[in-house]
């Protein structure tokens, strides 16, 4: 049987300390190691290759939910200049799990609304573990209405378990907050680019997931529902969640497939975890390609596409 | 009048699933609430609400549209509209099967167009009956198209919510999607200055509420149905302690501001038609 990402990611640790304790012994004693290392490091690449080349559904959820993945502001902070973080939906309150601020991407103003969770136990509490109430959806709307009167593309970064299901979001009304978005979403005149950076959560996801483009990162995951809570349900056993994980077509090749996702992009060997240079390089190349394209657009044949886009995606029988 | 919505004919479904099975076929019905045992005739009379505590049963979708327009002025849509199974999930064509043979329905949704007091409207219906009313491609399609449809003909559309399940999981991400595209119909319906009437009934959650169920002009529930984003268990685990007191009823909603009015089933069609007249729609000759 394979192993997991989780022992697989272990071992690779384990290896990278093994090449460290060598890169050492140089130092400290002078002697010239290289062709050791090199082969240690081939074998790192090697296994990398190996194992990242065809992950599974299952792999991809746990990579896409790998604490160590760049989160919205990694992504912000470099791949954006003079970004300006704007809080608030003007209403209530203001959410951490939800950011949003204007910033360059070269020398062209966007706004940047995106999901947001926490590294360490403190900022996980603050950002909610990434799970936007009504206030986080509410300031997304406000924030990309500010874009559209300065006519400024808007970009969105998905990453969330799923929206907030407590007492109090059900009470300031979570799914109006995420259906009004949804709504507004098509009716604003810019153009808007989706990346699904991390997980794609459900609902929660799609609150801030209409748009011109949807990209997904090569080790991201965009599903209905969190494959633990399929399994629940269709075999009583939340445990089962890597076979739930084949079923749901939640990679992104399986969304590209259904016209859901329109581009996939490509990360670094063994996950953007690993270099988030590279990963914001890449990702960076992709929104600037699809922005220029985005601007030769008109805005009523934008609007039209945006809608007949959505409008084609589903899959059933007609006639009798 | 009325009395005579279900006068007719019997229409399928009306063995609810709350009637228990010891009873004899039809004469008897129990309520789901406050365990009376009613006599079908009365409680049929009684669109279906519990003479007693005043329990709203749940009802299929074509009586839900026996009960609210014209006689005989129902139009169904797309009725040729059936379930694929585009991920080969594991027992979904099996489930499609059973359901079907179960509710008498092609899939969770019935649409089409007729007149509601004589306006003219496009409607459609989830029916908790097929598989939870749970909003896979087909119940996605028939409401855009009967959304559509209405912003074609310049009339009101009115989408009424009977689903428990939210999104279709074995349909998966284009499941999901249905939100995106019902959402965007609506849309347009609003931008051609045309009135889109919700009504939530027991139950509707999740996928439907985060889209088309939050999406009207004007949103009624009609009393103790369950309305909210997930299932009361989910809240309940994520928040590792008791829920409120009628925690997502339609009371509850309207409490906090969700909702425009809760209705009684027996008021709805003059609630609804005295929205028509405000929306200026116009009427049928
Ligand atoms: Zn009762």
Redesign the pocket.
């Known amino acids: 049987m394979t192993a997991s990402i989780e022992e697989f990611e272990r071992a690779i640790a384990e290896l990278e300390t093994q090449i460290e304790r060598v890169r050492k012994l140089t130092r400290d004693q002078g002697l010239d190691r290289s062709d050791e290392i090199a082969k240690l490091e081939e074998l790192k690449s090697d296994l990398l290759r190996k194992r990242y080349g065809k992950p599974t559904g299952w792999d991809k959820t746990q990579i896409a939910r790998n604490p160590k993945r760049p989160f919205t502001l990694d992504f912000v902070r470099l791949m954006f200049s003079d970004f300006t973080e704007l809080h608030g939906d003007r209403l209530t309150g203001e959410d951490g799990a939800m950011v949003g601020g204007i910033a360059r991407l070269n020398d062209q103003w966007i706004t940047l609304v995106g999901h947001q969770k926490g590294r360490d136990a403190s900022e996980r509490h603050h950002r909610n573990f990434g799970y936007a109430r009504p206030e986080g959806y509410r300031k997304a709307l406000r924030l990309m209405r500010l874009s559209e009167k300065f006519k400024r593309p808007i970009i969105c970064f998905i990453d969330t378990p799923g929206a907030d299901c407590s007492v109090t979001s059900e009470e300031h009304g979570i799914s109006e907050s995420i259906a009004r978005n949804i709504h507004e979403m098509f009716r604003l005149r810019v153009p808007i680019i989706v990346v699904i950076t991390g997980e794609g959560g459900s609902g929660g996801a799609l609150g801030i997931g209409i748009g011109d483009r949807v990209l997904m990162l090569e080790h991201s995951i965009y599903s209905v529902i969190a494959p633990e809570g399929c399994a629940a349900i269709v075999w009583r056993d939340a445990k089962r969640g890597s076979e739930a994980a084949e079923v749901l077509g939640l990679t992104p090749h399986q969304a590209k497939r259904f016209g859901i996702v329109d581009e996939i992009v490509k990360e670094p060997l063994g996950g953007a975890q690993r270099d988030y240079d590279a990963a914001a390089k890449s990702l960076k190349d992709a929104l600037v390609r699809n922005l220029a394209e985005l601007h030769q657009i008109q805005t009523e044949e934008l609007l039209r596409s945006r809608y007949d886009r959505f409008r084609s995606l589903g899959v059933f029988h007609a006639g009798s | 009048m009325a009395n005579g919505w279900f006068g007719k004919k019997r229409l399928p479904g009306a063995e609810v699933q709350e009637a228990p099975p010891s009873i004899p076929d039809g004469l008897w019905t129990q309520?789901g609430?406050?365990r009376?045992v009613l006599f079908a005739r009365e409680w049929e009379r009684n669109l279906k609400v519990?003479t007693?505590?005043?329990?709203h049963f749940r009802l299929t979708a074509p009586e839900r549209i026996a009960m609210l327009l014209d006689e005989e002025s129902f139009v169904e849509i797309d009725g040729d509209l059936t379930s694929a199974n585009p991920l080969n999930f594991p027992g979904y064509d099996d489930k499609i099967r059973r359901h079907g043979a179960a509710s008498g329905l092609k899939d969770a949704v019935v649409s089409g167009h007729g007149t509601l007091d004589g306006y003219a409207l496009s409607v459609a219906v989830t029916d908790a009956h097929f598989m939870r009313g749970a909003m896979g491609s087909v119940v996605g399609e028939r409401i855009s198209r009967a959304v559509e449809l209405a912003t074609q003909r310049r009339t009101p559309v009115l989408l009424i919510s009977g689903s428990g399940g939210g999104a279709r999981m074995e349909e998966g991400l284009l499941s999901l999607m249905q939100m995106a595209k019902t959402s965007a119909s609506i849309a347009r319906h609003h931008d051609a200055g045309l009135m889109t009437i919700i009504l939530l009934t027991d139950p509707s959650l999740a996928g439907i509420m985060a889209s088309w169920g939050s999406l009207g002009d004007v949103l009624l529930a009609e009393p103790g149905a369950q309305i909210g984003f997930v299932g009361e268990r989910v809240s309940q685990q994520a928040h590792l302690g008791k829920v409120p007191q009628g925690f997502q009823s339609s009371e509850f909603q309207l409490t906090h501001g969700q909702i425009d009015q809760v209705v009684h089933r027996k008021d709805l069609r003059d609630t609804l038609t005295l929205l028509l007249e405000f929306a200026g729609a116009p009427g049928v000759a």
Do not use: D, L, N
């Open positions: 309520c609430k406050c009376e519990c007693k505590c005043g329990h």
